[in-house]
């Protein structure tokens, strides 16, 4: 079993920069596909971005590509999402998640086995 929590978020102005953190707890983890998904009201959820077990293979979103990187370090079981340039689009709660597919398979799919509860990014302009 694996259990996720986000931090970071907050409210930030259009152009600034923000890091969120996803905590895991469990093993299973450091094996794990971690990825960022995202969700703003009255839309449906978002893949933003994944990175597979090792650090080695990732995959992006269009919208993001180029301003957000994700990473993870599996000696403290935690995944990054550093997004610089922000946007009032990337306004929406950002969830951590994990699956033992691919990072590309996660970003067609957009599902994955773990999820977190949430943080909530707000960018205004």
């Known amino acids: 079993q694996v259990q996720l929590v986000e931090s970071g978020g907050g409210l930030v102005q259009a152009g600034d920069s923000l890091r969120l953190s996803c905590a895991a707890s469990?093993?299973?983890?450091?094996?794990?596909?971690a990825s960022w998904f995202r969700q703003a009201p009255g839309q449906e959820r978002e893949f933003v971005a994944a990175i597979d077990w090792s650090g080695g293979r990732t995959s992006y979103s269009g919208s993001v590509k180029g301003r957000f990187t994700i990473s993870r370090d599996n000696a403290k079981n935690t995944v990054y999402l550093q997004m610089n340039s922000l946007k009032p689009e990337d306004t929406a709660v950002y969830y951590c998640?994990?699956?033992?597919?691919?990072?590309?398979?996660?970003?067609?799919?957009?599902?994955?086995?773990?999820w977190g509860q949430g943080t909530q990014v707000t960018v205004s302009s």
């Open positions: 998640a994990a699956d033992n597919r691919s990072p590309s398979t996660i970003a067609v799919v957009t599902s994955a086995t773990y």
């Open positions: 469990g093993r299973a983890f450091s094996f794990l596909t």
